[in-house]
Nanobody, 125 residues
Framework: QLQASGGGVVQAGTSLTLSCAAS????????MGWFRQPPGKDREFVAA????????IYADYVRGRFTISRDNGQIRVYLHMNNLGPEDTAVYYC????????????????????WGQGTLVTVSS
């Protein structure tokens, strides 16, 4: 089970950190990802981090602004978002993939088995 939190309404140019708490199977057995769904659009990949955190990938539109991290001891994954813009407005979802790290496929939402309920981030200009 995954529980995302930390969303809210923020001004453009500010920062926000999302958190995702996990329960169930050992957390370190999962690759973790963040996806988002902007209003009226399809779900899109944001970032993914491997089991021990040694491998990370980002979507081009967030690279350099967003940072994904995980704390296996606290059983949490985080998404720190800097310099937010209105284009970042979306429902953000954390997801867990138990099939192992595959850099070329981690951006594919079908690879993730478990999903949190989503947390809404609204960025006003």
């Amino acid at each position: 089970q995954l529980q995302a939190s930390g969303g809210g309404v923020v001004q453009a140019g500010t920062s926000l950190t999302l958190s995702c708490a996990a329960s169930g199977r050992p957390f370190e057995s999962f690759v973790m990802g963040w996806f988002r769904q902007p209003p009226g659009k399809d779900r899109e990949f944001v970032a993914a981090i491997s089991n021990a955190g040694g491998n990370i990938i980002y979507a081009d539109y967030v690279r350099g602004r967003f940072t994904i991290s995980r704390d296996n001891g606290q059983i949490r994954v985080y998404l720190h978002m800097n310099n937010l813009g209105p284009e970042d407005t979306a429902v953000y979802y954390c997801a867990a993939d138990g099939s192992g790290w595959n850099r070329s496929r981690q951006g594919n939402y079908e690879k993730y088995t478990y999903w949190g309920q989503g947390t809404l981030v609204t960025v006003s200009s």
